[in-house]
């Protein structure tokens, strides 16, 4: 089983799945079309849009606050615009409006028939380098919602996360959809339960899935250290 994580190489474990299927290798990953849209920021706001999805509001390469690479993971290339902003392929970022509120991200997890297995929104309460350390799970209806509505649209396949931001009049404002496991999704594991052994079970076992209870309202923290020995 390969499960990939990395944002630079999702299409092309998309694109060859069959391939590695006939070598009796199994790829959790969404189908190619769904791929190709969420990992770039651009064609995220067009789908967005297209389905009424509230989204900030994003333009290529015109100020708006935020610019952010069309290809990146987490926090990585973010920063504020500026007059002094200059990239060498401009078009290779977007610029979108800032939304202030309350940070989440929704760890989900879909059969293979696309449908919403898990919908586990954690509250991101502390962010380092782009990575949640302290969140909490929540359960949040309006998040669940929207959810449904894209997992109707596009054939989302196994853990995929959400960002999103719950703004001051209370509408939530979707940012990004990566297609893959989160780093932080160790809070929704411990909040249902094992994802990994869900995907044996459910992809390769072909058993159905009867969901467990979600414990909302679970906190994690975490942290990085520097360990040095001799």
């Not at 499960?3 to 069959?18: N, Q, R």
């Not at 970022?93 to 940070?103: A, L, P, S």
């Not at 959400?162 to 001051?168: D, I, R, S, V």
């Amino acid at each position: 089983i390969v499960i990939p994580t990395l944002d630079d190489s999702l299409l092309g474990w998309s694109i060859y799945k069959k391939d590695f299927e006939k070598l009796g290798i199994n790829v959790i990953i969404s189908p190619e079309e769904t791929i190709d849209t969420f990992i770039d920021k651009w064609k995220t706001y067009l789908f967005f849009n297209k389905l009424s999805i509230p989204t900030p509001n994003t333009k290529l390469y015109k100020n708006l606050g935020v610019v952010k690479p069309r290809n990146g993971r987490g926090g990585s290339g973010v920063e504020f615009f500026s007059d002094n902003f200059k990239k060498d392929n401009k078009w290779s970022y977007v610029t979108q409006e800032k939304i202030i509120g309350q940070e989440y991200t929704i760890d989900c997890f879909f059969s293979k028939e696309g449908k919403p297995v898990y919908i586990i929104p954690r509250k991101r309460i502390d962010v380092k380098d782009g990575k949640s350390i302290k969140s909490v799970a929540y359960r949040h209806i309006l998040i669940e919602e929207y959810i449904r509505k894209i997992a109707k649209e596009i054939h989302l396949v196994g853990p995929i996360n959400f960002q999103a931001f719950e703004a001051k009049d209370n509408e939530v404002y979707f940012i990004e959809v990566n297609p893959r496991l989160g780093g932080g999704s160790a809070l929704a594991f411990k909040a249902s339960e094992n994802w990994i052994a869900l995907i044996i079970h459910h992809f390769i076992k072909n058993q159905n899935i009867s969901p467990k209870e979600v414990n909302f309202d679970l906190k994690m923290a975490r942290a990085y250290l520097d360990v040095f020995f001799e």
